[in-house]
């Protein structure tokens, strides 16, 4: 069963400190990306990377910046979190090849991110 | 520009059918999903439909897509209490980017 896993559930961290969230995927996906939810927002998109130590800004990525050093892992950093960064961090790999237009996204449980 | 538009809530009696509607922009999409989200999960991909087809039916759940109002629908037959969630549309318009609408809560009572 395909599984992409996210390190923490909930994290607490106050304003000005900088925060790691990992994700790890066991698909071999070459495509991986960060989303944030807020509610009546639906999910936007922060960073994505489609090889190892690629990266490319999506809708949102000011305060944010993302590591992919490994093919299986991806993680996106607050570099000094902020209280309007309280929010759902969903990671997601995605099956498509290169740029092809059927991407099917796999999603982890979600990080409930609370920055006081 | 690109924008997917869903209503944010749908009230249904078990057993009967559930119509979840979106519209999307992109007239250059040439897929269209449906993911559907459990409370304190992630998303999950139910379906997807590509743009040269009108219609998919898997089980109970069918696809109906008009290219031309740009109008994609997701029907649910028999809903059940397992199926109360949140559904999302979502368009993919090539490269590597997927644009999610803001999410249907369907409330499903019993």
């Known amino acids: 069963d395909v599984k992409v896993t996210q390190s923490s559930r909930y994290l607490v961290k106050r304003t000005g400190e900088k925060v790691f969230l990992e994700c790890v995927q066991d698909?071999?996906?070459?495509?991986m990306f960060w989303y944030r939810q807020d509610p009546g927002l639906g999910l936007r998109l922060i960073y994505f990377s489609y090889d190892v130590k690629m990266k490319e800004k999506g809708d949102i990525p000011e305060g944010y910046s993302v590591s992919r050093e490994k093919k299986e892992r991806f993680s996106l950093i607050l570099e000094s979190a902020s209280t309007n960064q309280t929010s759902m961090y969903l990671c997601?790999?995605?099956?498509?090849?290169?740029?092809?237009?059927?991407?099917?996204?796999?999603f982890g449980s979600g990080t409930q991110l609370s920055v006081l | 520009g690109e924008d997917v538009e869903q209503s944010l809530f749908l009230s249904v009696r078990e057993g009967d059918s559930s119509v979840i509607n979106c519209t999307y922009t992109?007239?250059?999409?040439?897929?269209l999903y449906w993911y559907k989200q459990e409370p304190g999960a992630g998303l999950q991909l139910l379906t997807y439909i590509f743009s040269n087809m009108d219609m998919k039916q898997d089980q109970r759940l069918t696809v109906l897509l008009n290219k031309k109002d740009k109008h994609l629908s997701l029907r649910i037959a028999d809903t059940q209490t397992g199926d109360s969630a949140i559904y999302f549309c979502a368009e993919h318009t090539g490269g590597f980017k997927t644009i999610f609408g803001a999410g249907t809560r369907l409330f499903v009572k019993a």
């Open positions: 997601a790999s995605g099956s498509g090849q290169g740029k092809t237009t059927n991407e099917k996204l796999f």
């Open positions: 992109d007239s250059s999409s040439t897929y």
């Open positions: 698909m071999d996906h070459e495509n």
